[in-house]
């Protein structure tokens, strides 16, 4: 992130918004009551018309850091700017913008699916009442609700509320959704049309602001993403760039693996695992080429069947970054 505002010395409650970034916060911090620090100085910049996947493991700080920028609640100390205002003060302005969904959408149990959304887009005075019922539908549509749009909410399975409050958010045309854990409480096959919806919200322009803490969903649907452990920021910036921080794992099939793991270690390849006829080991760094490794190998006589680098994922990133592996427990 640039600092031009910070060298031109302008203090922090002088700095505001980075052009571009239509949410960002800085040093955004949140102790509960109760003596808990949620969030530890939050530093966040969210690009205009990015995908932005907000990952970490349960408890990390997701759900405390989209109340604080939806102004549901005060941070105890810090800034959030959401499209480029201060929160939660200019909630008043910036929430109709904006289409949420928060841990848990507030539903009326008793009123069926198009009735909560028919209740939802009256109690928006900027909603045209004579399109209302064009736009209810096309929302359940969306969210592959349509043919349960008749039953009442209080029947719904968890993966259908959480569709039902997906659509609330897509009721009108926004420029920024925040989406709190949409895929909660879906099937693969229902993750993958929320990943579709996602991404077709996207290519209409819609910034889409995601937290998730399964790491799967975050590689196949973001552009960038940003990894909490314990109300901290890990890392932030685009997936590719974030996985590609991680190094790849060399992997080389052969009959002869002794030999092959020997000579990768003389070529500066650590963490070496054989299994059965595959050797796999960490790519030296700063190093030998792969052609150059794989050279090395069958000038030292190994018959090679098959050599490759197996590309680093987000979750080879937090493992090196957290020294953890990410838990997906819950
Ligand atoms: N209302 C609250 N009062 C006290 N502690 C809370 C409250 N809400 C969340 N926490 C604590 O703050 C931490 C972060 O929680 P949360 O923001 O919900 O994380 P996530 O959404 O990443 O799972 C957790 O340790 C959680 O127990
Ligand atoms: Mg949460």
Redesign the pocket.
């Known amino acids: 992130m640039t600092d031009t505002a910070a060298e031109a010395g302008e203090t922090e409650a002088e700095t505001g918004p980075v052009p571009g970034s239509v949410i960002e916060t800085r040093g955004l911090t949140k102790r ?3 003596g ?1 620090l ?2 530890d100085g939050l530093d966040l910049a969210v690009p205009a018309g990015s995908v932005f996947g907000f990952l ?12 604080m920028l939806m102004g549901l609640i005060a941070p105890t100390s810090g800034t959030a700017h959401v499209l480029g205002c201060r929160m939660p003060a200019a909630s008043r302005t910036v929430l109709p913008q904006v289409g949420a969904l928060i ?1 848990g959408p507030a539903l009326y149990p008793f009123l069926t699916g198009r009735g909560n959304l028919v209740r939802f887009d009256s109690a928006d005075p900027a909603a045209d009442p004579r399109t209302r019922r064009a736009r209810v539908e096309n929302a359940l549509d969306r969210v592959g609700l349509a043919a349960a749009a008749g039953k009442k909410a209080r029947t719904y399975s968890l993966g259908m509320k959480q569709r039902l409050g997906l659509a609330a958010a897509l009721l009108q045309p926004r420029g920024l959704l925040v989406l ?2 949409p895929t909660n409480g879906l099937d693969p096959q229902g993750m993958r049309e929320i990943r579709s919806l996602v991404r077709d919200l996207a290519a209409e322009g819609t910034t889409v602001f995601l ?1 998730s ?1 399964l790491l799967d969903e975050i590689e196949q649907v973001c552009t960038h993403a940003a990894v ?1 452990a314990r ?1 901290r920021l890990l890392v932030q910036g685009p997936v590719a760039e974030l996985a590609a921080g991680a190094r790849g794992r060399l992997a080389v099939t052969t009959p002869d693996p002794g030999d092959a793991a020997r000579i990768l270690a003389e070529h500066g390849a650590t963490g070496l695992v054989t299994e059965g006829d595959r050797v796999s080991a960490d790519a030296p760094p700063g190093g030998t080429e792969p052609a150059d490794l794989n050279a090395a190998l069958v000038r030292g006589g190994v018959r090679v069947r098959a050599f490759g680098i197996e590309r680093a994922s987000l979750e080879d990133a937090f493992v090196a970054l957290t020294g953890e592996g990410f838990d997906v427990a819950g």
């Open positions: 509960y009551r109760g808990q949620a969030v970490g493991p349960n408890g990390s700080g997701k759900t405390t850091t989209i109340r841990e709190d854990e937290s803490h909490m109300g």
